[in-house]
T-cell receptor, first 113, second 114 residues
Framework: DQQVKQNSPSLSVQEGRISILNCDYTNSMFDYFLWYKKYPAEGPTFLISISSIKDKNEDGRFTVFLNKSAKHLSLHIVPSQPGDSAVYFCAAYTSFGNEKLTFGTGTRLTIIP | DADVTQTPRNRITKTGKRIMLECSQTKGHDRMYWYRQDPGLGLRLIYYSFDVKDINKGEISDGYSVSRQAQAKFSLSLESAIPNQTALYFC?????????????FGPGTRLTVL
């Protein structure tokens, strides 16, 4: 059972436009959500997070939105840059448990110059 | 120097062979993890360790074993490799009590079992 789902395997966006990556989850016990970015031949690197007590968290060009009622989160990148081309994973965990991360399947973002 | 290192970076082996993947970290973190990544499946947790004396199975531990030799070292072994263990393997570390459970990943080991 896939508790964290990223239904779009790939996404292409023009440079300068907004990239929106989506993630859905089924486990209502998750209270922290993270986005990781992965370049080829490298390990994933942490990008941004949000706790369930918030509905928005912003860090520079990156904003994560959380809709708890819909069990949905999204990552907005604006403006998109060529260096943003990577695979993006969303992940979630329960802070009052063992804090194991459950990852989505990833979305490959390609920024078109 | 990288904070989390993995050796080897690439390995090709044959069915039935014993393989060990090694992970070392200089971050001083207590928690270490092993994941595998397969196309279309994301990252799945194999084993994790919260300190030297603590070892826990993840969601896909069958066919794998681990050893936490020291705070800084966490090894993953495939006792008898099989082709469906062909995957990209990542080690990660984290430190509890620092807010978000941000995990720091190594560069990965690409394992091919023929």
């Amino acid at each position: 059972d896939q508790q964290v789902k990223q239904n779009s395997p790939s996404l292409s966006v023009q440079e300068g436009r907004i990239s929106i990556l989506n993630c859905d989850y089924t486990n209502s016990m998750f209270d922290y959500f993270l986005w990781y970015k992965k370049y080829p031949a490298e390990g994933p690197t942490f990008l941004i997070s949000i706790s369930s007590i918030k509905d928005k968290n912003e860090d520079g060009r990156f904003t994560v939105f959380l809709n708890k009622s819909a069990k949905h989160l999204s990552l907005h990148i604006v403006p998109s840059q060529p260096g943003d081309s990577a695979v993006y994973f969303c992940a979630a965990y329960t802070s009052f448990g063992n804090e194991k991360l459950t990852f989505g399947t990833g979305t490959r973002l390609t920024i078109i110059p | 120097d990288a904070d989390v290192t993995q050796t080897p970076r690439n390995r090709i082996t044959k069915t039935g062979k014993r393989i060990m993947l090694e992970c070392s970290q200089t971050k001083g973190h207590d928690r270490m993890y092993w994941y595998r990544q397969d196309p279309g499946l994301g990252l799945r947790l194999i084993y994790y360790s919260f300190d030297v004396k603590d070892i826990n199975k993840g969601e896909i531990s069958d066919g794998y074993s681990v050893s936490r030799q020291a705070q800084a070292k966490f090894s993953l072994s495939l006792e008898s490799a099989i082709p469906n263990q062909t995957a990209l393997y990542f080690c990660a570390t984290s430190e509890p009590g620092t807010g978000v459970n941000e995990q720091f990943f190594g560069p990965g080991t690409r394992l091919t079992v023929l």
